[in-house]
């Protein structure tokens, strides 16, 4: 499959990237390349084959439903760029 | 709700998309607590903040309540769902994703009826129902440049109920509204106060003429409460009603409602958004269940709103309506059984309807913290039945049992209410008041029936209200023939 310029911008945006626009075009190219190097994954013909989940035999491990956790504000905040009176703050984000 | 536009009748098509707060001590992922009204970032685990090298554990119990939900609304439950990756950004998603489930859910097709207040039946499809993780709360008015970011209800659990386009006013939205609330309640999987933010609903609205195929549909993001819900659905349908008689046409998109104008408007930030790239969340397996289990869980269901109503009808002979009203709440509806159990039904479900319900609204409180007990009133109802006071004397000993929470038999005790059963006190009472007027009660004789009742009325007040009106109305009706 060949991505345009338009598709890479647009997936740098959803990924909050800033990619210069003399960048999109080389990025364009080696997003490709990787791309193509993966489709010749689908030349195997997995008819009847059930995805696979995991490499390893396992159940999806569960919890009780018990509070085991929480309690610590101040280290939950303790990386925060900002925070005021217990919150994270940010730039103003509304509606 | 068929609008009536410039070129004719419309319908109006609806589908909800209901996400309820889970009942859980835990988060659906990790061991912080779900309680409402904590302090700021108190209930918050690193799995919670999306701290690196986290991983995510599944709740039990959040995966039993979803699925007893689910057979609650008679759905079919998957024995296998996968969780995936949402991703967008926002300020109050640390993780830059939500886990949910997409192409996999827990549980699929199901159906919800509502009960029509004309007494009939209407079926809406379940779509789907799903297990994810609610987000953190945003505050902006706290300051002028910042939003102030709350992770307590981040990974909270929530299940999305999807409903298939079946609704046609915004009566059947509330409608839909109510009955689901109710079957969460009455399983315990979801409070369903919406003022907590425990219930909310994305509202999809579309028009069409009958018949016609369905409408380009908007989507009201985020309602939070009935009645919110119904005005979004009357604003917007008319909003795009007037668009396609203008000539114009429906763009699909998600809007916003405003609760103080009771009108929508487009959402600014989600049109870049609606790409969210889902992809099976490489931190879990696929959540596979036990067929034991899952009817282990049927078998532990309580009796639901639609059995308990059809019950009600058999065995206390109710209406459907009046029987939908005492279902519609768990606690009321045990209420009412425990009164009408061995008593006539119909009667019953009068003073508790009628009696209680008027005086619970006027005090604002619930049946719960109701001051008059079951079995009082059904101390009441039977002084009535069995002629010791009066239905008239009954209301107001059900006001004194109300505000001071004392039993029936020992107000009428005190007070001396109990009815007089003497016929000859009553023959007195009546000569009393023939004699003081002798004018008018010839004017009874001559037939003139409508001043009866006045006599009726004048006995009443002089046995202060003992007497049995029935019987003083025989009598009186014997002497003006006599």
Known sequence: MALDKATVAHIARLARLRVEDKDLEPMARELDGILAWIEQLNEVDTSGVEPMASVVDARLPRRKDEVIDGGQAEKILANATGAAHGFFTVPKVVE | ?482
């Not at chain 2, 119990?61 to 950004?89: M, P, W």
């Not at chain 2, 969340?281 to 596979?288: A, K």
Request: glycine letters at 10%; hydrophobic letters at 40%.
């Open chain 2, 1 to 482: 709700m068929a609008i009536r536009g410039e070129t004719g009748e419309w319908e109006v098509v609806i589908g909800l998309e209901v996400h309820a707060q889970i009942v859980s001590r835990a988060k659906l992922f990790s061991g912080a607590a779900t309680a409402f009204g904590a302090e700021p970032n108190t209930q918050v685990s690193f799995v919670d903040a999306a701290f690196p090298g986290m991983l995510p554990v599944i709740n039990e119990v959040c995966v039993s309540q979803a699925v007893r939900t689910g057979l609650g609304l008679e759905a079919e439950i998957n024995l296998r769902s996968v969780f995936d990756r949402k991703n967008y950004f926002y300020a109050d998603l640390p993780a830059g994703y939500q886990i949910s489930q997409y192409l996999q859910p827990i549980v699929g097709k199901g159906t919800l009826t509502l009960d029509m207040p004309d007494g009939t039946i209407k079926t809406v499809g379940i779509t789907r129902l799903h297990l994810e993780q609610d987000a953190g709360k945003s505050l902006h008015d706290q300051d002028p440049r910042l939003s102030y970011v709350d992770l307590n209800r981040s990974g909270i659990a929530l299940m999305e109920i999807v409903s298939e386009p079946d609704m046609r006013t915004a009566e059947e939205a509330g409608l839909y509204l109510k009955k689901l609330r109710s079957i969460m309640r009455y399983l315990g999987t979801c409070d369903g106060n919406m003022d907590e933010g425990s219930m909310r609903a994305d509202v999809n609205v579309s028009v069409r003429k009958p018949g016609a195929p369905l409408g380009t549909r908007c989507e009201i993001k985020n309602v939070n409460s009935m009645r919110y819900v119904q005005q979004a659905i009357e604003y917007e349908s008319r909003r795009q009603v007037e668009i396609i008689e203008g000539g114009g046409t429906i763009a699909q998109e998600t809007r916003l409602f405003d609760s103080r104008q009771s009108t929508t408007r487009p959402m600014r930030s989600k049109e870049h958004a609606h790409d969210y790239r889902y992809f099976p969340d490489p931190d879990l397996l696929p959540l596979v269940l036990d067929p034991e289990w899952v009817e282990e869980l049927r078998r532990a269901l309580p009796e639901l709103p639609d059995t308990k109503k059809a019950r009600f009808m058999r065995e206390y002979s109710l209406t459907p309506y009046d029987a939908g009203v005492l279902v519609a709440d768990r606690e009321t509806a045990a209420y009412y059984e425990a009164v009408a159990r061995g008593r006539d039904g119909k009667l019953v479900a009068n003073w508790v309807m009628g009696e209680l319900f008027g005086r619970l609204n006027k005090a604002g409180k619930s049946v719960s913290d109701s001051p008059v007990s079951a079995a009082a009133v059904g101390e009441l109802v039977d002084l009535v039945a069995d002629g010791t006071i009066s239905g008239r004397t009954a209301k107001d000993v059900f006001d004194e049992m109300f505000a001071t929470g004392k039993g029936a038999r020992a107000i009428v005790k005190a007070k001396g209410l109990t009815q007089i059963t003497d016929t000859g006190a009553i023959e007195a009472a009546i000569d009393g008041v023939i004699a003081a007027n002798a004018e008018k009660f010839e004017q009874v004789r001559a037939g003139k029936d409508a001043l009866l009742g006045w006599f009726v009325g004048q006995v009443m007040k002089a046995t202060g209200g003992k007497a049995n009106p029935a019987s003083v109305n025989e009598m009186l009706r014997k002497k003006a023939k006599g």
